[in-house]
């Protein structure tokens, strides 16, 4: 059993398991880590689970994970190293994440609709413009908006934040609650108000930004001077998996493959782990997906990384209190 996002269980990302075992494995789907973290607290027990690495340790440290057997995996050699060295997914000389798929956060806004004078240098800031009051929307997730006010207050993606700056982020955030328009989960309401003009900017990821250009709407995927996040999420092993330990790596080896990254690539316009995999995709399409140069884009991308406890439990209560109107 495999637990994973929805649309992840196209036999065409699976290719190479689906051919040795005759078939494609049992599916079960999420719409958040919160949620994941609910059914296997309730008892559910996949063989395989897709969560991000900035939730990785909360999951290691609840008991839920088992290392990776890397002799099982020999698409490994090919994902980027960058993907490989993000630090909470090694542990204790072990890996105990394989990297899959990825793509970089931005703002992304509506260049009729944004004055050129408030993107001349462009800037995570423009989410927190009083101009736009009603008009701006964010992710809703605590990691997202604790970097994003970390990045516009020149804090970097805010791994690591001290009483101070910690300060500063509640404040900037408690001000951003009252302009935004909502917080969005699906990728899709945002879409369609950015289209609608109900909105001018919002966190997106690159594949909404090519969608809602491919909707004949004129926006821009902004190029922060403060830089670009980067996400990553990937595939683990339950600590309790009923299922065969070779089968379950034959699966994440498959998802790993150059083939299952080109087609990853090309129809959900985010990247893949394997270098392999952006040989096989037409540049013009990387091109528009922020991948021109992919060697120095992962090179150099800035991954959302998830902070020590207790950092991480201060910033998640952070969020909920500013949400609450507590703050």
């Known amino acids: ?3 994973t996002w929805a649309d992840y269980d196209r036999p065409e990302l699976h290719g190479g398991y689906a051919g040795k075992h005759g078939g494609s494995p049992e ?21 395989v689970m897709h969560p991000c690495a900035y939730d990785l340790r909360r999951w290691r440290e609840a008991g839920l994970l088992r290392p990776l057997d890397e002799r099982l995996l020999p698409n490994l050699a090919d994902v980027w190293d960058r993907l490989k060295a993000i630090p909470q997914t090694v542990y204790r000389g072990q890996r105990w994440f394989a990297p899959f798929d990825c793509g970089h956060a931005s703002v992304l ?29 964010m992710y809703d997730a605590g990691p997202e908006l604790v970097a994003t006010a970390a990045l516009a207050l020149g ?59 491919a909707m004949g709407v004129p926006v821009r995927f902004m190029e922060p001077r403060e830089g670009r996040l980067a996400w ?37 316009s985010v990247g893949h782990a394997n270098r392999k995999a952006f040989a ?15 060697a120095a884009s992962f090179r150099h991308c800035m ?6 406890e207790p950092l991480r439990s201060r910033y998640l209560d952070l969020v909920a209190r500013m949400k609450a109107g507590l703050d």
């Open 280 to 294: 096989r995709v037409d540049p013009e399409l990387l091109a528009e997906l922020g991948w021109a140069d992919a």
């Open 155 to 213: 804090y970097g993606a805010g791994a690591s934040l001290d009483d101070d700056q910690l300060d500063r982020v509640r404040l900037l955030l408690s001000r951003q609650r009252v302009l935004l328009r909502f917080y969005w989960r699906e990728a899709e309401e945002m879409e369609h108000a950015l289209a609608s003009g109900e909105i001018v900017a919002s966190y997106a990821w690159n594949d909404s930004a090519l969608r809602v250009a």
């Open 303 to 308: 991954v959302l990384e998830e902070p020590e």
């Open 109 to 137: 806004y509506r260049t009729d609709l944004v004055d050129p004078a408030d993107v001349e240098e462009e800037s995570w800031a423009l989410l927190f413009d009083d101009a736009y009051a009603g008009r701006l929307a």
């Open 27 to 47: 599916f079960v789907f999420v719409e958040s880590e919160d949620e994941a973290l609910k059914k296997l607290a309730a008892g559910l027990r996949p063989d």
């Open 1 to 3: 059993m495999v637990m």
């Open 232 to 268: 990553v999420c990937g595939l683990v092993r339950h600590a309790a998996a009923p299922g065969d330990e070779v089968a379950a790596h034959d699966f994440i080896n498959a998802m790993l493959a150059p083939e299952a990254g080109q087609f990853l690539i090309e129809t959900y």
